[in-house]
């Protein structure tokens, strides 16, 4: 059982990690579940993506005892670091919005998943760990990349190396996530949150997603002259005349996503 479902509603997908018993493990049918359901998913019906999970925990990692009883655990880990990854790069291929909703620990792959969102929404009592060097790994799922400008290359050291635990408060003051809600909210919270973002200007948060990503790699003329490209496709498209339109008129906008 892959322990994963995903329904799309009015442009929401929601993805639920659904094996609470546990702790919402990356097993691999789990992982294979995910990549599938991502890459299966298209902009033309998805404006933005939820990520949540059931239980006590996001997502405590890897399949330890998967790995424990591979006969070749590289072959293994091969698997499921290259189906996790794939379905990253579809999450992250859709370019809409993503929000992410931390209940309880986000560890290993779990901590990789819950850093997918450009939205983190944690619980107060979500606790955030790399975990991988504990059983003697080293990171996957992009985690590698985006902590450190997320948090800083010193506290991503300290998570990486010393497995430093990293609790809601310390998660928000780091920037690690967007903000912190009640454990009780937390659900309520991201799903509104994400609504919000499925019926905005989806057209033009995928250029935003992709001037924030090339931002790191560009000098800053170039990046006036990605800014100047964006905002151009964004004004001669639907969105752009309807917000301006609204704006002017006083009313809420009806954003299309084009």
Same mark, same amino acid.
């Given at each position: 059982?892959?322990?994963?479902?995903?329904?799309?509603?009015?442009?929401?997908?929601?993805? $639920?990690?659904?094996?609470?018993?546990?702790?919402?493990?990356?097993? *691999?049918?789990?992982?294979?579940?995910? #990549?599938?359901?991502?890459?299966?998913? @298209?902009? #033309?019906?998805?404006?933005?993506?939820?990520?949540?999970?059931?239980?006590?925990?996001?997502?405590?990692?890897?399949?330890?005892?998967?790995?424990?009883?591979?006969?070749?655990?590289?072959?293994?880990?091969?698997?499921?670091? +290259?189906?996790?990854?794939?379905?990253?790069?579809? *999450?992250?291929?859709?370019?809409?919005?993503?929000?992410?909703?931390?209940?309880?620990?986000?560890?290993?792959?779990?901590? #990789?998943?819950? *850093?997918?969102?450009?939205?983190?929404?944690?619980?107060?009592?979500?606790?955030?760990?790399?975990?991988?060097?504990?059983?003697?790994? @080293?990171?996957?799922?992009? @985690?590698?990349?985006?902590?450190?400008?997320?948090?800083?290359? $010193?506290?991503?050291?300290?998570?990486?190396?010393?497995?430093?635990?990293?609790?809601?408060?310390?998660? *928000?003051?780091?920037?690690?996530?967007?903000?912190?809600?009640?454990?009780?909210?937390?659900?309520?919270?991201?799903?509104?949150?994400?609504?919000?973002?499925?019926?905005?200007?989806?057209?033009?948060?995928?250029?935003?997603?992709?001037?924030?990503?090339?931002?790191?790699?560009?000098?800053?003329?170039?990046?006036?002259?990605?800014?100047?490209?964006?905002?151009?496709?964004?004004?001669?498209?639907?969105?752009? +005349?309807? +917000?301006? $339109?609204?704006?002017?008129? $006083?009313?809420?906008?009806?954003?299309?996503?084009?």
């Amino acid at each position: 059982m892959a322990h994963l479902s995903c329904t799309v509603e009015t442009g929401l997908a929601h993805l $639920r990690l659904a094996n609470p018993a546990a702790g919402n493990v990356l097993d *691999l049918p789990m992982i294979h579940a995910f #990549s599938e359901a991502l890459l299966g998913l @298209s902009r #033309s019906e998805v404006r933005a993506v939820l990520i949540s999970a059931e239980g006590d925990n996001f997502c405590v990692g890897g399949d330890l005892n998967a790995m424990n009883e591979a006969a070749d655990r590289g072959a293994l880990l091969s698997d499921m670091a +290259g189906a996790f990854h794939k379905g990253l790069a579809g *999450l992250n291929a859709l370019d809409v919005p993503v929000v992410t909703a931390i209940n309880g620990v986000a560890a290993g792959g779990g901590l #990789s998943l819950a *850093l997918a969102g450009d939205i983190v929404i944690g619980g107060k009592s979500s606790a955030y760990m790399m975990a991988y060097t504990a059983i003697g790994l @080293s990171p996957d799922g992009g @985690s590698s990349w985006i902590l450190p400008r997320l948090v800083g290359l $010193r506290l991503a050291q300290e998570m990486a190396f010393l497995n430093r635990r990293v609790n809601a408060d310390e998660a *928000l003051a780091a920037g690690l996530v967007t903000c912190i809600v009640p454990d009780e909210v937390l659900l309520e919270e991201a799903t509104d949150t994400a609504r919000r973002l499925a019926e905005g200007p989806t057209a033009a948060f995928h250029r935003m997603k992709h001037l924030f990503g090339q931002s790191f790699g560009n000098d800053l003329g170039t990046q006036f002259e990605a800014e100047a490209e964006a905002i151009t496709a964004c004004a001669a498209g639907h969105d752009g +005349g309807e +917000g301006v $339109r609204a704006f002017l008129e $006083r009313r809420k906008p009806a954003f299309r996503g084009e």
